[in-house]
């Protein structure tokens, strides 16, 4: 196989790098992709031994090149991470074996380089991608079963409750013993288990609602002073200290949907109350930055540590409190405005609830209307 000047010339305008070795395993042929990917430069006239280019540099390269090289193989592939000086690319090896002449025969040896990095790259983001959907949704999964058994659990004990007095006034009626007293206690359990599974029914609907939130310019400053005098009523009649925040600033205009918004700052500050220990101080502080609003509130609370990981779940109840949907539902608001709530155990048992509400990038939605 002679290799002229046309023929190299034409290997040098492959994309794919070449490296042609001669039975002595010296490279007898290259191409300018073949450096570039190899971070290498050789000489036409150097002869340049695979062992000289890569068992120092890289191991891995040169172990897989010897083996083929040795075995005669008439095609091999080979995926491997190849460092170079200032940076590390992905390479597909695919090595060809030729034999010419009956004797002495010649032998040649092909290498063909391919760069793949970049699709190497996006195999892995996809492989990221689909662990990230799959355990999504194994979460989605897991959150539909614990507000199943929740629901489930939250509304037999009235049910059966119903069941178990409706069918005792029945047997009485058909005993004929007609207590009146005894009648009324019965309805009103019933009317109370009846409102109950009402309120279970309405939570659980405000929670799964998922219509698109509308949002408007508002003042926030309004609606968090509106939260404030909420939370100062409600601490009096469950005798907690609530230090509320000084505010400052009149003016804070965001772009929200000002009903539900105004019911997760309620929820947030009623359960936060609920979850205070009686006769302790419930701190509240409240910033206004350039970036977002930022609202925490330090409780002395009863409820365990190993409790704050859940308190955000559906149902979820602590030592001490039923807490219901609520504080999930506060905090699906918040993230449906791009804000976060998180909870965080603090030392001497204090609970911390952290929101923080974004303001710059609802603001572009006005002044991208204004176009």
């Known amino acids: 196989m002679k290799f002229d000047r046309h023929t190299i010339e034409l290997i040098d305008r492959l994309r794919e790098g070449v490296l042609v070795l001669d039975e002595r395993k010296n490279v007898i042929v290259r191409n300018r992709a073949a450096e570039t990917m190899l971070g290498l430069r050789i000489h036409p006239r150097d002869k340049i031994n695979i062992e000289n280019l890569f068992r120092a540099r890289n191991p891995g390269m040169y172990r897989f090149l010897f083996q083929a090289f040795q075995s005669c193989d008439n095609h091999r592939d080979y995926e491997i991470l190849y460092h170079k000086k200032s940076r590390s690319v992905r390479l597909l090896v695919s090595t060809y074996a030729h034999w010419e002449g009956n004797s002495p025969r010649e032998y040649y040896f092909f290498i063909i380089l391919r760069d793949i990095t970049e699709v190497w790259r996006l195999v892995q983001r996809e492989k990221h991608l689909l662990a990230q959907l799959r355990k999504n949704y194994i979460d989605q999964m897991e959150n539909l079963r614990q507000i199943a058994q929740s629901v489930a659990h939250e509304i037999r004990n009235p049910i059966v409750s119903i069941g178990g007095y409706a069918n005792l006034m029945i047997r009485k009626l058909g005993e004929g013993d007609m207590d009146v007293a005894d009648f009324s206690n019965f309805l009103n359990i019933i009317r109370s288990d009846t409102e109950r599974l009402h309120r279970i029914v309405d939570q659980v609907e405000k929670y799964s609602d998922s219509t698109e939130i509308s949002l408007k310019k508002e003042n926030i400053v309004v609606l968090f002073r509106q939260m404030i005098e909420f939370g100062e009523k409600l601490s009096l009649e469950r005798r907690v ?116 509400l974004p303001k710059e990038k609802r603001l572009d939605r006005e002044r991208t209307g204004a176009h």
């Open 241 to 356: 200290v609530f230090e509320a925040p000084r505010i400052h600033q009149d003016e804070y205009p965001v772009y929200v949907d000002r009903l539900r918004l105004k019911l997760g700052l309620y929820n947030l500050v009623r359960h936060s109350i609920l979850l205070a220990r009686r006769g302790s101080r419930l701190r509240a502080r409240l910033n206004f930055t350039p970036f977002e609003a930022d609202f925490m509130l330090d409780i002395q609370t009863d409820m365990r540590k190993e409790e704050v990981p859940f308190l955000f779940n559906p149902f979820y109840s602590t030592a001490n409190q039923e807490l219901s949907f609520d504080l999930a539902l506060a905090q699906r608001i918040v993230m449906q405005h791009g804000g976060v709530i998180r909870a965080v155990w603090k030392p001497e048992e204090i609970l911390r609830l952290h929101m923080s």
